[in-house]
């Protein structure tokens, strides 16, 4: 059985984990320091999310079908989704095996890995 049986839930858990990392701290400080977009392709539920970082703020929204071209595209399962939240994943283990799909620099999305692992250190304190 799938972690999120819907799109709504992996949207809410999505949204409600950046909610939470931009009252952070030091994700203030990434986001400060930050200018991409990411385009997160989800499947089993499927749902289209992109992630837009720039001048300190981040907007998540749900597209339904948006022209904008976004710096780097992820693809993956709700459940590997969360995984990658919550650092159950080995996240260039996942690119290799293409549990992870990505389209764009790599070296954008290692741009990112403040803010994973942000998500990782906050996942673990909420247990």
């Known amino acids: 059985m799938a972690i999120f049986e819907t799109s709504e ?9 950046f909610e939470e990392l931009a009252a952070l701290p030091e994700v203030r400080e ?3 320091s930050l200018k991409l977009s ?3 392709n989800y499947t089993i539920p499927d749902c289209v999310m992109t992630l837009t970082i720039s001048d300190g ?6 597209d339904a079908g948006d022209d904008t071209t976004p710096d ?3 693809t993956m399962t709700g459940d590997v989704a969360y995984k990658f939240w919550t650092g159950e994943l080995n996240v260039m283990g996942a690119i290799t095996t293409r549990e992870i799909g990505i389209v764009g620099s ?3 999305i290692m741009r990112l890995s403040p ?5 990782i250190r906050h996942n673990k304190k909420r247990g």
């Open 38 to 40: 990411v385009r997160f």
């Open 72 to 74: 780097v595209e992820l």
């Open 106 to 108: 790599l070296g954008k």
């Open 115 to 119: 803010l994973i692992k942000a998500a």
């Open 9 to 17: 839930q992996l949207y809410s858990y999505i949204n409600e984990l």
């Open 57 to 62: 703020e981040y907007t998540l929204s749900r």
């Open 30 to 32: 990434t986001l400060d």
